[in-house]
């Protein structure tokens, strides 16, 4: 049979059958390698597996092979340094819920996850929550940083989730798409996920049901059916968020203002971080190119220089 796999707990995952919409409670077959991926999970939410079921009805089922990723976002694994950890997999967009006040997401953590997304061709979406908190002063600067942002690519949306406003804006992205939800811990991304997501309590707990009999390992991604065809994948909160697979020559090419430039540049293999005849460094001097941006960009590189 084929699948997708909606929830992992680390030993056990819960797959819902093609066109069936049936849940089934499978194993992983043996050893299974991710090909050229050091990985702490070999499987994520979104992968579509073929699996056999037992001959029992109380009995597992078994994943013997994955079908190839469209696109994945990953992060560096949270035990394992040297290993990477799957978010999700197949996403028609991905979804970051930050905040500028309760707590503030940092610019860093935000361009970090849109490099990430870029680096594998996942269009990416700012939702900037708990504007029910927001004074005029900070709604004045939430303006100015949506507008950074969406003028190299980045569109965002602004609501409440606890007050309900605006939160259709958000839901009138979602039809017909996988959508990735992401986002620091205390951002909101739980009650905008139930403002989303009707009868919420009772999706959980047809998959929990299953998944809940295994052992839990490790907290993963669930996907959620917001209605036929349009799903919502829950990510835990994440406090930091390490490149991966992301060489430092090739980072500027990541953020779509940088890579625009990137031919104008004196020397090929210019940095953009002291280099004479730069135009990146040129562009951030004329105002042209956010200096919020080019430092992450920065401290990005940094980390990258410091891993090898």
């Known amino acids: 049979m084929t699948g997708i796999v909606v929830k992992s707990t680390g030993s056990w995952y819960v797959v819902r059958g093609q066109g069936t919409g049936q849940l089934y409670r499978c194993r992983l077959r043996g050893k299974f390698k991710n090909i050229g991926l050091k990985v702490s999970n070999p499987l994520a939410v979104g992968d579509v597996v073929n699996f056999d079921l037992p001959e029992q009805s109380e009995g597992a089922g078994v994943i013997h092979t994955i ?15 040297e290993h990477a950890h799957i978010v999700a997999a197949n996403l028609d967009q991905a979804l ?7 707590p503030a997401t940092s610019f860093g953590f935000i361009d970090r996850f849109l490099v990430t997304a870029e680096a594998y061709h996942i269009p990416a979406l700012l939702i900037f929550n708990k504007s029910d908190l927001y004074d005029e002063d900070t709604l004045d600067y939430q303006r100015q940083i949506a507008g950074m942002y969406a003028s190299v690519g980045y569109p965002s949306v602004l609501c409440a989730a606890e007050s309900g406003d605006n ?7 979602l039809p017909g798409k996988t959508s990735l939800l992401s986002g620091h811990s205390g951002v909101g991304k ?3 996920i ?6 919420l309590d009772l999706k959980t707990a047809e998959i929990s049901a299953f998944s809940d009999k295994g052992k839990h390992t490790t907290t993963f ?7 036929p065809g349009t799903y919502l994948i829950d990510t835990p909160g994440i406090k930091e968020l390490g490149l991966v697979d992301v060489p430092a020559a090739e980072l500027a090419g990541y953020f779509p203002e940088m890579r625009a430039l990137l031919n104008q540049c004196r ?5 953009h971080v002291h280099e004479p005849g730069c135009a990146v460094i040129a562009a951030v001097d004329k105002g042209q190119l956010a200096v919020p941006r080019y430092e992450s960009y920065l401290s990005m590189l940094a980390d990258e220089d410091n891993r090898h």
């Open 67 to 81: 079908a190839p990723r469209r696109n994945y976002i990953i992060r560096r694994s949270v035990h394992k340094s």
């Open 96 to 102: 970051l819920v930050v905040t500028l006040v309760s």
């Open 167 to 173: 939160v259709d804006a958000v839901e009138a992205l």
């Open 190 to 192: 739980s009650t905008l």
């Open 194 to 199: 139930n403002a989303l997501v009707p009868d």
């Open 221 to 227: 991604a669930e996907m959620l059916e917001v209605a």
């Open 267 to 271: 020397y090929h293999n210019c940095r």
